[in-house]
């Protein structure tokens, strides 16, 4: 109990009384107290009760414990003492929560290391959980820098040696399967390569028309090219591979193209069947024989300019006579033919072997001869 007032005069005790520190009445304003001599005492006060002190300690109290309003003290606090969001990281100093400091169904281990605080959405609590148990994080081996992490879906995943990605560029080493379209270098709309099944497409965003390089295989000195045409040919052309082995040939290409790879056109022959109207096609043989046995008119089909074709008839010994009739052209265009003879004439004598050859300058015009075996 302190010293009483009691029959004290107030000049020999005013240093020990406390007072606001402008010496006017209280009011909604804090004002600091200090003693008679006017030391503050960290202590404010005003009329609407709030009392702000620098340091508030409570008898008793020590540094673990939490001060309530009503006086009492404790050493930990339920979540409905904060509300939702009220802490954040700005107010949490680092390492600032312990586990001690958490309400926990258990307790992390004393001196072990990665332990994950779980949350559990119907308690609405945090848990410790060891890391290398499932519910608690996945637990990752073969680790390596940039490697693609995948999960077994329990927990557990692994780092891929055989995968990376850096953040700009993706490594494979192995196979890629796509079950669907795989685009690269573009969009595949204005740009880019696409594949996919049975068709590649590659489009172009520059101003050069799309292309393929072949390299060689001593240290890719060299490079083919198979290269679109411009955009100013308008083509949409379909080219379709040999079904033999063999080399393309190009226009570039010299003392290349042989015998072998020239077309029946050029190279092969054919019987024609006697008839009053035969039909010599073009394009299936370079020679054509015929033996008669009606006089006959040809007519000829798939004609191109410059074509030039041999036929043998051999006479019938009937007075038969041979006449050249109508020319067709490859676009199936058909008139009636314009023969400029140069020589000779047909002879049906049995057995006889007459020589005609003709040249057709144009897909209506043709100039020919007859010849035989000089006796």
Not at 4 to 32: E, F, M, P, R
Not at 50 to 68: F, H, M, N, R, Y
Not at 169 to 196: E, H, P, R
């Amino acid at each position: 109990m302190g010293t009483s007032l009691s029959g004290v005069k107030i000049k020999d005790t005013y240093q020990g009384l406390i007072k606001t520190t402008d010496n006017a009445a209280a009011s909604s304003t804090s004002k600091q107290l200090t003693d008679g001599l006017g030391n503050d005492l960290g202590i404010e006060v005003n009329t609407s009760g709030e009392l702000k002190a620098t340091t508030l300690v409570k008898s008793g109290g020590t540094s673990s414990q939490i001060l309530l309003a009503d006086g009492t003290v404790a050493t930990t606090l339920s979540s409905s003492f904060l509300a939702a969001d009220s802490v954040g990281n700005t107010q949490l100093a680092d390492a600032s929560v312990k586990a001690a400091e958490l309400s926990t169904t258990n307790t992390a281990g004393s001196s072990v290391d990665n332990y994950i605080l779980s949350y559990d959405h119907a308690s609405g609590g945090f848990t410790w959980v060891v890391a290398n148990t499932p519910d608690g994080g996945l637990i990752v081996s073969n680790e390596g820098d940039n490697r693609v992490i995948t999960s077994s879906g329990t927990g557990t995943g692994n780092a891929e040696t055989n995968l990376t990605f850096t953040g700009s560029a993706l490594s494979v080493t192995g196979t890629v399967t796509s079950s669907g379209t795989l685009i690269a270098g573009g969009d595949g709309s204005s740009g880019g390569v696409t594949v996919a099944d049975g068709q590649i497409d590659i489009r172009t965003s520059g101003s050069d028309p799309a292309q393929i390089k072949f390299y060689c295989e001593s240290s890719n000195a060299h490079a083919q090219t198979l290269k679109a045409q411009a955009h100013t040919v308008g083509s949409n052309a379909v080219l379709t591979l040999p079904s033999a082995t063999g080399t393309l040939v190009g226009t570039g290409d010299t003392n290349s193209v042989t015998g072998t790879m020239l077309g029946a056109e050029f190279t092969a022959s054919a019987a024609l069947s006697s008839g009053t109207s035969v039909a010599v096609d073009t394009n299936t043989a370079d020679v054509f024989t015929l033996t008669l046995g009606h006089s006959a008119t040809l007519n000829f089909t798939n004609v191109a300019i410059g074509d030039f074709k041999t036929i043998i008839i051999t006479g019938g010994g009937g007075s038969y006579g041979v006449t050249l009739g109508s020319i067709t052209d490859t676009s199936s265009t058909t008139v009636t033919g314009s023969y400029n003879k140069i020589s000779g004439t047909y002879s049906d004598t049995t057995d006889v072997k007459n020589l005609l050859q003709i040249k057709f300058i144009s897909t209506t015009e043709a100039w020919y001869s007859y010849s035989q075996i000089s006796s």
